[in-house]
């Protein structure tokens, strides 16, 4: 739904710089928000962008562009326990309301 | 602090049986919503609650399967008859208030497995 694209997978060392970007239908969009989920676990908050720019939140930083209909997740400083899924969900669809439209979301793969 | 609670956290069941989920919110919190995760289908949107009143259940499978809330701080997700095709991990989720910034926190959700 929303044409929510994002990488079905990704791997990259420890220690490295990884972005994983997601484009969504920009029709009705509010915005954006990323979230983690580990193997077997529950999904947990990273970020929210509304406005374009980036937002920086230590390791982790998200980018939104609205006119292009773009995010990324940077991560920066790879560690094992970034293996994960994440998440882009777009938010702002079918009216003022708090409805969230999860992409299918990214496999991280993080290497020694 | 204690974040969304969801019971059971396992269900194993036969085909035909009732299954029922369950799900407390963050006290305090407005919103709920019930999601279902599949590897084919990824996480989706059941149905979602503000202040205990159904807001948009447009993703419901069909009929067999029935939310409630009662209360604000209890919900139910039934599933009448169950059938295999519904294993899945059911994921609760609650947010402050019924804004489209506010951060949803999602429960361990329920692994069912419909035999």
């Known amino acids: 739904g929303q044409n929510i694209d994002q990488p079905t997978e990704m791997t990259a060392t420890e220690g490295a710089i990884v972005q994983i970007n997601c484009t969504y239908q920009t029709s009705g969009f509010n915005g954006l928000f990323w979230y983690q989920q580990h193997a077997g676990e529950a999904p947990t908050f990273l970020s929210y962008n509304v406005l374009d720019g980036l937002e920086e939140k230590g390791r982790f930083s998200s980018f939104l562009s609205r006119s292009k209909g773009y995010s990324y997740l940077l991560l920066k400083e790879l560690q094992m326990k970034d293996s994960a899924s994440y998440l882009c969900?777009?938010?702002?669809?079918?009216?003022?309301?708090?409805?969230?439209?999860f992409g299918t979301g990214t496999l991280l793969a993080v290497q020694p | 602090d204690a974040g969304v609670i969801q019971s059971p956290r396992h269900e194993v069941t036969e085909m035909g049986q009732e299954v029922t989920l369950r799900c407390k919110p963050i006290s305090g919190h407005n919103s709920l919503f019930w999601y279902r995760q599949t590897m084919m289908r990824g996480l989706e949107l059941l149905i979602y609650f503000n202040n205990n009143v159904p807001i948009d259940d447009s993703g419901m499978p069909e009929d067999r399967f029935s939310a409630k809330m009662p209360n604000a701080s209890f919900s139910t997700l039934k599933i009448q008859p169950s059938e295999p095709r519904d294993s899945a991990v059911y994921f609760c989720?609650?947010?402050?208030?019924?804004?489209?910034?506010?951060?949803?926190?999602f429960g361990p959700g329920t692994r069912l497995t419909v035999l």
């Open positions: 969900a777009p938010t702002g669809y079918g009216g003022a309301t708090n409805k969230l439209i």
């Open positions: 989720a609650s947010s402050l208030g019924g804004s489209m910034t506010d951060t949803q926190y």
